[in-house]
């Protein structure tokens, strides 16, 4: 079992910048790829950001790159997601994710690459 906490949300002007963070316990934090997923009300769940084992590897979606940074310190069993330039239509709760992988690059896209959610931390980015 991996435990997932988020923290860092908020409300955020546009143009503003806010750093999430997750917190693990548990299992091997650094053995699982990590991602970070959001949800808007009335929407499904979109994929943001994933990294990898040794955080090597990140992905992003189209409408993040350039503006959100993924990161991970195994050693403190933390994840965290810079956000800059934040723009209404990121307003959403954000949740970080946990996947086993049997390869250090592997990340994942999906949320059924992921066994362990978070349970969200609400971002609202006013215009």
């Known amino acids: 079992q991996v435990q997932l906490v988020e923290s860092g949300g908020g409300l955020v002007q546009a143009g503003g910048s806010l750093r999430l963070s997750c917190a693990a316990s548990?299992?091997?934090?650094?053995?699982?790829?990590m991602g970070w997923f959001r949800q808007a009300s009335g929407n499904e769940r979109e994929f943001v950001a994933a990294?990898?084992?040794?955080?090597?590897?990140?992905r992003y979606a189209d409408s993040v790159r350039g503006r959100f940074t993924i990161s991970r310190d195994n050693a403190k069993n933390t994840l965290y997601l810079q956000m800059n330039t934040l723009k209404p239509e990121d307003t959403a709760v954000y949740y970080c994710a946990a996947g086993s992988r049997a390869s250090p690059s592997a990340t994942g896209t999906s949320p059924m690459a992921y066994e362990y959610w978070g349970q969200g931390t609400q971002v609202t980015v006013s215009s």
């Open positions: 548990g299992r091997t934090f650094s053995r699982y790829a």
């Open positions: 990294i990898s084992w040794s955080g090597g590897i990140t």
